[in-house]
């Protein structure tokens, strides 16, 4: 089946401007997952969900980042008044279950802000 | 907290064998995964250890020493599409897992 899929793949945004960036996940995973990287870093958690619940949204750097997963399927990552240090690439990972389960990525979002 | 050690860069020879190091102080474990990562891409899944020992899987093998908080990632008969970053990852309490700053891996003929 198809794999995880994120939109849009690139993202030029004028500082302070809104963005939305959408991911799909895999067809019947529970389990969601943001992460932010910084060219050169290792992925960073921002939040996750489980079905529609967002669980642990300790990660998220502040207010001005919001996510939902409304039906449990696809998840949006807004980012309100965004700053140049919201530049990054945007990973979004499922996973079938809880457990041992491997969290599968997306192609990423990369959000370059100006 | 979670705090997660690895080499930031490594180069080894075409047909050698490389060991990548990862150690971690956690809160909790709940089993480490390692992760290779091209460039501009994302990454993808290699290997999962929960409990001690050694885990092989083809060319790549992953080992685990929970009371030592420690991991390696050993590569054998490396070929030149295994340069990548390897990314160590820890599963903590519940669902969150923390990521490595990834070893950057370069293969040279």
């Known amino acids: ?114 | 907290g979670q705090n997660i050690d690895q080499p930031t860069e490594m180069t080894a020879t075409e047909g050698a064998i490389v060991q990548i190091n990862c150690t971690y102080q956690t809160s909790g474990f709940n089993g480490l995964f390692w992760y290779q990562q091209h460039a501009g891409e994302a990454p993808t899944f290699l290997s999962y250890n929960v409990l001690d020992g050694l885990e092989e899987k083809g060319r790549f093998s992953s080992f685990l020493s929970r009371s030592k908080g420690y991991s390696y990632l050993l590569l054998k008969e490396l070929q030149m599409k295994d340069s990548a970053s390897y990314l160590c990852a820890v599963k903590g309490g519940y669902q969150k897992v923390t990521f490595g700053i990834g070893t950057k891996l370069q293969v040279i003929p």
């Open chain 1, 1 to 114: 089946g198809a794999g995880v899929s994120q939109s849009p793949r690139y993202k030029v945004a004028k500082r302070g401007q809104d963005v939305a960036l959408r991911c799909d996940p895999i067809s019947g995973h529970v389990s969601l997952f943001w992460y932010q990287q910084a060219l050169g870093q290792g992925p960073e958690f921002l939040t996750y969900f489980q079905n529609e619940a967002q669980l642990d949204k300790s990660g998220l750097p502040s207010d001005r980042f919001f996510a939902e997963r409304p039906e449990g399927s696809v998840s949006t990552l807004k980012i309100q008044r965004t700053q140049q240090e919201d530049s990054a690439v945007y990973l979004c990972a499922s996973s079938l279950d809880r457990g041992r389960e491997t969290q599968y990525f997306g192609p990423g979002t990369r959000l370059l802000v100006l």
